[in-house]
């Protein structure tokens, strides 16, 4: 493992110009050891679509929020929210830090290297890149199975005579999947100008659902809105309020993306981390708008439930609008923006993947972490990204709840990467030892926010484990722990036969650290 890439300072040249940011980005590249590979399409505004879109939070408010209102109603999904915002606003904070530190599309696994002391390095900087791959394999699935079941639930509700079938949305879901693939790969020159395209879609498109259901939907009193305690979960009161907690939190996971992207963005040092703080201010906010529609607009709470759609909030813009039309089209706006979202997932995904294989830390590392020199994106990373998406979509034709289990491992996945790499940021600065901060930085707050960041994600990960109703059955049960305990000690096996051998943190490239010896 290399200790070369901490050993300079870095140059503060926070501009905007393209030449600067050039001149930078390759700056970042040599002192990290690290080769440029892809090209730099990315400047800020594509950047912060890319991230802002990918985190879709008021979009998927409206499909996850019944485990926050079984937990506690609206004050679990109001108050319970803004600690989430603040809560991800710390967190986003302490990675936007060593983003700036470290542009890298290893993200957490090469600063986990960086930051550990020596004789843990190797080990915590591959476990941090297993369980983040294995995340980012869940929420690029994620995606592609929201949009295929919306997509199916719409069929419901237009056509009272449609055979509902398992395996009809996972066609669906491949459908999605192969869109995602097609912007991924044969337009990926274009998908900065569409990423700036989905930013204007993604605050037209709340505003297009927002205002119909303000307007035509049966109100509900501020009472029931701000004050009223649901208890329906059957949790004692005041730990329903934390298992609630999920719903908020996961709307708020994937903004490290921008992370995985530095690679092919301009300024990165500068850039990613703007785009990944200014994406959790924009989704904050149209979050917190959207849980107070909807819990002004609920209707009829037991019919939006009991849905035959399978999704209640279709039901709730069918109560709205009193029209199958108007609640498809308010409908089809959600699918369309999370289906957008799946293409930054896809990217994020594969180039983490394709990061962490470059360093040798998964099985079949050699192929995983080629470029193709046509597009200059890492082909094989996005296939495999693909395959893994597939397959996990064979889980649904059986079970909905044992797909749901697998999805639910992004928050895992995610979140313990997040605890390893804030905590290992915090120790260094505990310790004293030098920390060479790049241009955007939290100053003499950064230990208060690191500490805060890392106690709110130890919260919501150990309750994202929690199912989200008792008494608990198989089908109720949240199968999210076996899953990615089982993956986490598949992969730990792996690493102890095979993966301590060939993974010595990042590597380094003998090219690049020969051209700056000439230099």
């Known amino acids: ?79 319970g929210y803004l600690f989430c915002w603040l809560g991800s606003l710390a967190t986003c904070a302490s990675i936007s830090e060593m983003a700036s530190m470290y542009p890298t599309s290893g993200g957490q ?58 395996w009809h949305g996972t066609l669906l879901l ?41 307007h035509l939907a049966p109100m509900s009193s501020a009472q029931f809105v701000f004050a009223d305690f649901l208890e ?42 703007r785009s990944m ?6 989704n904050g906010a149209l979050g917190l708008a959207t849980f107070i529609a909807l819990l002004y607009s609920i209707g009829d709470i037991d019919a939006a439930i009991s849905s035959p759609t399978g999704w209640p909030f279709t039901e709730i813009f069918y109560q709205a609008t009193r029209s199958k039309g108007g609640a498809t089209a308010m409908t089809s706006v959600l699918i369309v923006l999370i289906v957008c979202a799946t293409f930054g997932y896809i990217a994020s995904a594969s180039r983490q993947l394709w990061a962490f294989a470059r360093d040798r ?15 200059a994106i ?9 395959i893994c998406n597939a397959l996990l979509a ?30 290992l940021l915090i120790r260094k600065r505990l310790v004293g030892e030098p920390l060479y901060f790049g241009p955007w930085h939290l100053g003499r707050w950064g230990l208060t926010i690191n500490i805060f960041a890392w106690l709110y994600t130890l919260l919501v990960m150990v309750f994202s484990f929690f199912p989200p109703a008792i008494p608990v059955t198989a089908v109720s049960m949240n199968w999210s722990c076996v899953v990615f305990g089982g993956v986490v000690i598949f992969g730990l096996v792996y690493y102890a036969v095979i993966g301590r051998k060939q993974y010595n943190g990042p590597v380094i490239d003998r090219r690049v650290v020969e051209s700056r010896r000439t230099d």
Request: some cysteine; hydrophobic content about 50%.
């Open 394 to 423: 064979l889980i649904n034709i059986g079970s909905t709840v044992a797909f749901n289990a697998i999805i639910s491992v992004l928050a895992a996945g995610l979140f313990s990467s997040y605890l390893i790499t804030i905590g």
């Open 1 to 79: 493992m290399t200790k070369e890439a901490e050993a300079a300072p870095y140059n503060d040249n926070d501009t905007d110009s393209s030449s600067a940011g050039n001149s930078q980005d390759e700056a970042d590249m040599h002192r990290m050891g690290k080769a440029q590979q892809t090209r730099r399409n990315f400047g800020l505004i594509p950047m912060l679509g890319f991230t802002t879109i990918m985190l879709c939070s008021w979009e998927s408010a409206y499909p996850f929020f019944l485990t926050g209102f079984i937990n506690g109603g609206g004050p679990t999904l109001i108050y």
């Open 277 to 282: 703080f200014f994406t959790i201010w924009i």
């Open 361 to 375: 830390g998964v099985p079949g590392w050699q192929l995983i972490s080629k470029v193709d020199h046509k597009f």
């Open 378 to 386: 890492p082909l094989f990373a996005i296939g495999v990204t693909a």
């Open 109 to 166: 696994y090469h600063w986990v290297a960086l930051l550990s002391p020596p004789r843990y390095a190797n080990f915590l900087s591959w476990l941090t890149g297993w369980v983040s791959a294995i995340g980012w394999q869940a929420g690029a699935s994620s995606g592609t199975f929201l949009g295929g079941t919306l997509i199916q639930g719409l069929l419901v509700l237009n056509d009272p005579s449609y055979n509902y079938k398992r």
């Open 174 to 214: 491949y459908a999605v999947l192969l869109v995602a693939l097609f912007v991924n790969t044969i337009l990926i020159k274009l998908l900065p100008y569409l990423e700036g395209l989905i930013l204007v879609l993604h605050i037209a498109g709340f505003f297009g659902i927002l205002i119909p259901l303000v």
């Open 232 to 273: 329906a979960s059957g949790y004692p009161t005041g730990l329903n309020f934390f298992v609630g907690l999920t719903t908020s939190a996961v709307l708020f996971i994937g903004y490290d993306g921008a992370a995985h992207m530095a690679e092919e963005v301009k300024n990165a040092a500068v850039n990613v981390p």
